[in-house]
């Protein structure tokens, strides 16, 4: 029974696509699913970091497709170009995402719709189209989106940012209420703080560190730490799960205000 339990978490032939996936999280999502054996298609703006992923995924069994979130004749063309290929991708991780830091009072509004665009429009984009192939294909799948913590807690001078993911926790019960009876999945994953290039020079720092004592775990989560939940939403183990969002934080949402 042990192997019958831990096979329910490979994904073996499926086609899992993944935005964002030149940097980051998107790279560990994609390096996890391929380990768990998906053909990954890595999805972003620019192409030579999709590459450097690329070259992280033993077997080869990648793809790079340039796709533009905000823009969806970019999406669609992504998504044909795997249809010319005879590919439906059955699992969809929304991750592309910005955040542009600024006081509420004085945030631009360029960096306002730039954020909600990305975060929030952007994810109900892709996976309007990718359930929209789904649907026409009569194919099951799982959709994540990438949400944090800060869609449900909130800091300073983040305003936008918070606000995109707390709408994109909501977009997510909404699409899996609307997409169970397609068979399409749709539920949100919710990283903490999680040590990447991007922010480790910040967490050096001594107003880094003293978020850091605030997470009840008292650590950043590493890439890795959010594998197990990726895989449980995508995958047969998690095939009675919808509308749900998992936090990988730490207990930091429930650490005290």
Known sequence: ????????????????????????LGRRFAVALAAAGAEVVLCGRRREPLEATAAQIEGGRTRVLPMDVTDRDSVTAAFDALAEVDRVAD???????????????????????????????GCWRVAQVAAQRLVAAERSGAIVTVGSILGARVAGSLSAYAASKAGLEHLTRALALEWAGHDIRVNALAPGYIDTEMNRAFFETEAGQRMIRRIPQKRLGAPEDLDGALLLLVSEAGRYI????????????????
């Open 1 to 24: 029974m042990g192997d019958a339990v831990l096979d329910n978490f490979r994904v073996d032939d499926r086609v899992a696509l993944v935005t964002g996936a030149g940097s980051g």
């Open 91 to 121: 699992i969809v991780v929304c991750n592309a995402g910005v955040a542009r830091p600024g006081d509420a009072l004085s945030l631009t509004e360029p960096d306002w719709q730039a954020t909600l665009e990305t975060n929030l429009s």
């Open 242 to 257: 919808t509308g749900t969002t998992i936090a990988v934080d730490g207990g930091h949402r429930q650490s005290s205000l």
